[in-house]
Nanobody
Framework: QVQLVETGGGLVQAGGSLRLSCAAS????????MGWYRQAPGKQRELVSI???????TYADSVKGRFTISRDQALNTVYLQMNSLKPEDTAVYYC?????????????WGQGTQVTVSS
């Protein structure tokens, strides 16, 4: 059974920084991608950033230049360094991963971690 466990959310003032971590555990052959989405109250869940198995990254326009995604493949862990945070970054951040299992690819979500940026 695969699990994604996020840590690192919290309350920070505008202009501050936070680092999110997401560790994958369980039985799987490989990880195709890992990334982060977020959902603010009353809004749809949106992509923040993803990193593919080959290392290619994608960012939402709203976070480019402020957020950096990275990974530790040995630990099956993805990180999101968030700098210059703005109140509009306030949301629940969800880790996402597509993994290869013995019966094909599967999509997994973490439980979410709250990020609150005060003005």
């Amino acid at each position: 059974q695969v699990q994604l466990v996020e840590t690192g959310g919290g309350l920070v003032q505008a202009g501050g920084s936070l680092r999110l971590s997401c560790a994958a555990s369980g039985s799987f052959f490989s990880i195709t991608l890992m990334g982060w989405y977020r959902q603010a109250p009353g809004k749809q869940r949106e992509l923040v950033s993803i990193i593919l198995s080959g290392g290619r990254t994608t960012y939402a326009d709203s976070v480019k230049g402020r957020f950096t995604i990275s990974r530790d493949q040995a630990l099956n862990t993805v990180y999101l360094q968030m700098n210059s945070l703005k109140p509009e970054d306030t949301a629940v951040y969800y880790c996402n991963s597509v993994m290869q299992l013995n019966n094909g690819p599967r999509n997994y979500w973490g439980q979410g971690t709250q990020v609150t940026v005060s003005s």
